[in-house]
Nanobody
């Protein structure tokens, strides 16, 4: 059973920065694709960014230039650096792992999920 634990969320002001971390229990972390998803109240869970085992990176348009996804295979940890936060970034953020090649963009393609961490951006 692969376990993922997110940390780093909280209440921040618009324009601030936050770094999310996701520690993975999977010894073969380097061989899985990792993704960050978010879900706002009343909305679907959608991908924010993903990074494949080969280093291929995907971002949704609304976070390009503001968010950076990275992974440290030695620390079996995934990161999401979020800068210039906006009110619309408010959501529960989840990390997820997939054994698919490339960077899948739908939740159903990820088999393992963390419990989520709340990020609230205030004005």
């Amino acid at each position: 059973q692969v376990q993922l634990v997110e940390s780093g969320g909280g209440l921040v002001q618009a324009g601030d920065s936050v770094r999310l971390s996701c520690t993975v229990s999977e010894r073969t972390f380097s061989s899985v694709t990792m993704g960050w998803f978010r879900q706002a109240p009343g909305k679907e869970r959608n991908i924010v960014a993903g990074i494949s085992r080969f280093g291929l990176i995907y971002y949704i348009d609304s976070v390009k230039g503001r968010f950076t996804i990275s992974r440290d295979n030695a620390k079996i940890t995934l990161y999401l650096q979020m800068n210039s936060l906006k009110l619309e970034d408010t959501a529960v953020y989840y990390c997820a792992a997939s054994r698919s090649l490339g960077v899948p963009t739908t939740p159903s393609q990820y088999a393992y999920w963390g419990q989520g961490t709340q990020v609230t951006v205030s004005s």
